[in-house]
């Protein structure tokens, strides 16, 4: 597979995985919704970082402020502090006693507002890629 292969294969499971977000965000499962927020962020963070480095391979993290890291991207510092946000829902969203707490938090109005702003901040990050 070609640079470009493996860019490719990150955006098309960061698409998909897009869809199933705005899936249960629709069936009200909103700390799923925001997990697969997260994931749809690390795939495309792992697309920047085979952009940017000269292996094709990511590291596994899911650390998604580790990952902006190892890419040129100039993330604001907005966009950094919802990346640290968004970390804490790949955590709970692996281990039903983290679950537990956020489906205390997370309802409609509040998941709504995470997503828009995770919304924003996938296009741009689906913009600078090639």
């Given at each position: 597979m070609t640079k470009q292969d493996y860019i490719e294969y990150w955006k098309e499971a960061?698409?998909?995985d897009w869809v199933v977000v705005v899936n249960l965000f629709g069936k009200a499962n909103y700390p799923h919704s925001l997990f697969f927020a997260h994931l749809v962020l690390e795939k495309l963070l792992k697309?920047?970082?085979v952009k940017?480095?000269?292996t094709n391979h990511?590291?596994?993290t899911h650390n998604l402020i580790r990952l902006?890291?190892?890419t040129n991207l100039a993330i604001s510092a907005e966009d950094l502090l919802?990346?640290?946000r968004m970390n804490d829902?790949?955590?709970e969203g692996r281990y039903p006693d983290y679950q537990f707490m956020i489906f205390k938090i997370c309802d409609q109005p509040y998941t709504e507002t995470v997503l828009e702003t995770?919304?924003?901040l996938r296009l741009w990050l689906l913009n600078q890629l090639p």
């Open positions: 960061a698409e998909k697309a920047h970082f940017d480095n000269n990511p590291p596994r902006s890291s190892l919802l990346l640290d829902y790949q955590m995770v919304e924003t």
